[in-house]
């Protein structure tokens, strides 16, 4: 079926006798006052002007699916593009209609009626009124804007509508009969190219050109249209299932302030190649996954957005995690939820997660101090989540996090840490110094986890700590330093004030409940607190039994995990399949497996074979 392109205006397209719906997979309203306010700027300036300008105000393009006439005579189309355009209207439109209400004359309560019936509702076969634009996320707020502005009363806060409703409600609720009756026709006589087809697949295709090429909208709405444009079989059910999954994952993204990251994330872990930069992702999803393992592909994803927002809804709570929260770290994402989608799929257990995320954390935390910018473990990290996501077993798993391990240690090793961390004003904290006020969290983290390694019968929780200077805070050094802080609660650092260092170490021995406050007395020497000795005590705490980078905590060598990839390679250009699978098993032992096992002799001459042995 050949698809219609017609100039239409408003008037046209909400006075026939149609419902416009907007489907389940669509993004949600999301224009703001930005649009709205250019979209008022151009009505009342053709308002304003129309003795002198000939054309009304264009508003773009619509993409329309026909999808037939429903059982009340109404013609169904479907929105593909232009739900925010379409919805504006309708608000406006619903905005005149209260408006007329509002003045209550009997010229207005006709054009009320007239609104109401010709382009509000659209009137069904058996005489039932029915709202022009259906959309399941906001019926109920579209038909009350409509039910309250009959009877010209207010609008309930937690209406989701009721911000956009609001703006141009207050601007036409001052103005007269004639206005609004002008602004009216002026809203009508808006220009809007309309195009219709009643094939699914050229249907999107038209969407993909008027907006891909441009990028207009982001990645992960461009994404949405590919996806369901091809995604196969073409049955009702499934796409019915493929619009709630995709409801699902955006729902899940939108905790973020761009959803386009987590798209970025899963491309990171799904596609063995990197995009240019996030805005390029969607072309690279496209260029990289053939349409007949869509399917596949939006499973992986949906997957992969509920583990991704596990991850961001638990950031500040996780004691693993905090501190990517702290130094709003999203690179590393790609990475952990790898590794929660592994644990998810029973391939690694909850104790195998905690010590990779911990030695994941623990190097950031050097390399951190050492000042090296990410971008330098751009390709690692990558690298990394492609092959974690990928992986099938735990020993597998073992040996890629130990590889990661290994290559993160050669970007630390020849600093001194301690030396670098005295240095480094991120890990410094002064109330006075507005530059120094911002790193509150990272010291609080820092010395949370310090004083856990003494606390006894409950631990140290960094949101309920308030930060206490022993000598004064003065903006400088060495009031400003790590060794001249620590952590109390609010009441008692009210108590400490400006007390004399030696009178608040007394305070903290006998009143807090922290243990390493109860010690601080042992730096005490002939009435002078000891910050030389803090300082070497905290800085062996931090680098020697806190943030320690151990790449063999699974027990293997860089020899080891040198001849697993060694032999990894091999087997794949050798298209080995039922040997790499063991080699995933088995790891290290596939020889000696091979050799004390009958059953695989076979392989075991084609192990020999390839190696020489």
């Given at each position: 079926?050949?698809?219609?392109?017609?100039?239409?205006?408003?008037?046209?397209?909400?006075?026939?006798?149609?419902?416009?719906?907007?489907?389940r997979y669509?993004?949600?309203?999301?224009?703001?006052?930005?649009?709205?306010?250019?979209?008022?700027?151009?009505?009342?300036?053709?308002?304003?002007?129309?003795?002198?300008?000939?054309?009304?105000?264009?508003?773009?393009?619509?993409?329309?699916?026909h999808k037939?006439n429903?059982e009340?005579?109404l013609?169904?189309?479907?929105?593909?593009?232009?739900?925010?355009?379409?919805?504006?209207?309708?608000?406006?439109?619903?905005?005149?209609?209260?408006?007329?209400?509002?003045?209550?004359?009997?010229?207005?309560?006709?054009?009320?009626?007239?609104?109401?019936?010709?382009?509000?509702?659209?009137?069904?076969r058996d005489?039932?009124?029915?709202?022009?634009?259906?959309?399941?996320?906001?019926?109920?707020?579209i038909?009350?804007?409509?039910?309250?502005?009959?009877?010209?009363?207010?609008?309930?806060?937690?209406?989701?509508l009721?911000?956009?409703?609001?703006?141009?409600?207050?601007?036409?609720q001052?103005?007269?009969?004639?206005?609004i009756?002008?602004?009216?026709?002026?809203?009508?006589?808006?220009?809007?190219?309309?195009?219709?087809?009643?094939e699914?697949?050229?249907?999107?295709?038209?969407?993909?050109?008027?907006?891909?090429r441009?990028?207009?909208l982001?990645?992960?709405?461009?994404?949405?249209?590919?996806?369901?444009?091809?995604?196969?079989p073409?049955?009702?059910?499934?796409?019915?299932?493929?619009?709630?999954?995709w409801?699902?994952?955006?729902?899940?993204?939108?905790?973020?302030?761009?959803?386009?990251?987590?798209i970025?994330?899963?491309?990171?872990?799904?596609i063995?190649?990197?995009?240019?930069?996030?805005?390029?992702?969607?072309?690279?999803i496209?260029?990289?996954?053939d349409?007949?393992e869509?399917?596949?592909f939006?499973?992986?994803?949906?997957?992969?957005?509920?583990?991704?927002?596990?991850?961001v809804?638990?950031?500040?709570?996780?004691?693993?995690?905090?501190?990517?929260?702290?130094?709003n770290?999203?690179?590393?994402?790609?990475?952990?939820?790898?590794?929660?989608?592994?644990?998810?799929?029973?391939?690694?257990?909850?104790?195998?997660a905690?010590?990779?995320?911990?030695?994941?954390?623990n190097?950031?935390?050097?390399?951190?101090?050492?000042?090296?910018?990410?971008?330098?473990?751009?390709?690692?990290?990558s690298?990394?989540?492609?092959?974690?996501?990928?992986?099938?077993?735990e020993?597998?798993?073992?040996?890629?996090?130990?590889?990661?391990l290994?290559?993160?240690?050669?970007?630390?090793?020849?600093?001194d840490?301690?030396?670098?961390?005295?240095?480094?004003?991120?890990f410094?904290?002064?109330?006075?110094?507005?530059?120094?006020?911002?790193?509150?969290?990272?010291?609080?983290?820092?010395?949370?986890?310090?004083?856990?390694?003494?606390?006894?019968?409950?631990?140290?929780?960094?949101?309920?700590?308030?930060?206490?200077?022993?000598?004064?805070?003065?903006?400088?050094?060495?009031?400003?330093?790590?060794?001249?802080?620590?952590?109390?609660?609010?009441m008692?650092?009210n108590?400490?004030?400006?007390?004399?260092?030696?009178?608040?170490?007394?305070?903290?021995?006998?009143?807090?409940?922290?243990?390493?406050?109860?010690?601080?007395?042992?730096?005490?020497?002939?009435q002078?607190?000891n910050?030389d000795?803090?300082?070497?005590d905290?800085?062996?705490n931090?680098?020697n039994?806190?943030?320690?980078?151990?790449?063999?905590?699974?027990?293997?060598?860089?020899?080891?995990?040198?001849?697993?990839?060694?032999?990894?390679?091999?087997?794949?250009?050798?298209?080995?399949?039922?040997?790499?699978?063991?080699?995933y098993?088995?790891?290290?032992?596939?020889?000696?497996?091979?050799?004390?096992?009958?059953?695989?002799?076979?392989?075991?001459?084609?192990y020999?074979?390839?190696?020489?042995?």
């Amino acid at each position: 079926m050949a698809f219609t392109t017609e100039n239409r205006t408003v008037s046209n397209i909400f006075q026939r006798a149609a419902r416009y719906i907007v489907p389940r997979y669509q993004r949600d309203y999301v224009w703001t006052v930005v649009n709205w306010k250019e979209l008022w700027t151009d009505l009342r300036f053709t308002l304003e002007n129309q003795g002198s300008i000939p054309w009304s105000h264009f508003l773009g393009t619509i993409v329309l699916n026909h999808k037939s006439n429903n059982e009340d005579g109404l013609i169904v189309y479907e929105i593909i593009d232009g739900q925010q355009r379409l919805m504006t209207l309708y608000i406006i439109l619903t905005c005149i209609y209260r408006n007329y209400r509002r003045i209550g004359t009997e010229d207005a309560n006709h054009l009320a009626q007239y609104i109401y019936e010709s382009f509000l509702t659209s009137l069904s076969r058996d005489n039932n009124r029915e709202p022009v634009i259906n959309n399941s996320l906001y019926d109920f707020s579209i038909k009350e804007l409509v039910d309250k502005s009959m009877n010209n009363e207010s609008i309930p806060e937690n209406n989701k509508l009721i911000k956009v409703f609001s703006y141009f409600d207050n601007l036409l609720q001052d103005k007269d009969f004639r206005y609004i009756s002008d602004f009216l026709d002026k809203v009508l006589s808006v220009n809007i190219v309309e195009i219709i087809s009643g094939e699914d697949e050229e249907i999107y295709n038209i969407f993909e050109v008027l907006n891909a090429r441009g990028q207009k909208l982001r990645q992960i709405d461009l994404l949405k249209n590919h996806i369901m444009k091809y995604v196969q079989p073409r049955a009702g059910s499934f796409i019915d299932e493929a619009e709630r999954k995709w409801r699902v994952i955006l729902d899940n993204a939108n905790i973020l302030n761009d959803p386009d990251y987590m798209i970025h994330h899963f491309a990171k872990c799904y596609i063995d190649k990197n995009a240019e930069n996030k805005d390029s992702v969607y072309r690279l999803i496209k260029d990289e996954i053939d349409i007949q393992e869509l399917g596949e592909f939006l499973d992986k994803l949906y997957e992969f957005s509920e583990r991704y927002k596990e991850l961001v809804s638990g950031l500040e709570h996780n004691s693993l995690t905090k501190y990517f929260k702290i130094k709003n770290n999203q690179q590393v994402r790609s990475l952990i939820v790898a590794i929660y989608v592994l644990l998810n799929q029973n391939i690694i257990d909850n104790s195998l997660a905690d010590d990779a995320i911990l030695q994941i954390r623990n190097f950031f935390f050097n390399f951190n101090v050492t000042r090296q910018t990410s971008n330098q473990t751009d390709s690692l990290i990558s690298s990394a989540s492609y092959n974690i996501y990928h992986c099938k077993t735990e020993t597998h798993f073992k040996f890629i996090l130990t590889d990661l391990l290994f290559k993160c240690k050669e970007y630390i090793q020849g600093y001194d840490l301690s030396q670098v961390f005295t240095t480094n004003r991120t890990f410094q904290y002064s109330n006075v110094d507005h530059s120094l006020r911002r790193n509150a969290k990272l010291v609080r983290f820092i010395l949370e986890n310090v004083y856990n390694l003494v606390q006894i019968d409950n631990c140290i929780s960094m949101d309920e700590m308030t930060i206490e200077h022993l000598i004064s805070d003065n903006g400088h050094e060495p009031s400003i330093f790590l060794w001249n802080l620590t952590l109390t609660s609010e009441m008692l650092n009210n108590s400490l004030g400006n007390r004399p260092i030696e009178e608040k170490i007394s305070i903290l021995k006998n009143q807090s409940s922290i243990r390493a406050n109860q010690m601080l007395d042992l730096y005490m020497e002939d009435q002078d607190f000891n910050f030389d000795r803090r300082r070497r005590d905290l800085l062996d705490n931090i680098f020697n039994h806190v943030f320690v980078l151990e790449p063999n905590i699974f027990h293997l060598t860089s020899d080891d995990v040198e001849k697993f990839n060694h032999i990894e390679s091999v087997l794949k250009e050798a298209n080995e399949l039922d040997l790499l699978n063991l080699l995933y098993k088995y790891g290290k032992n596939l020889k000696q497996k091979l050799i004390n096992c009958p059953e695989y002799e076979n392989l075991l001459r084609v192990y020999t074979d390839l190696f020489d042995e």
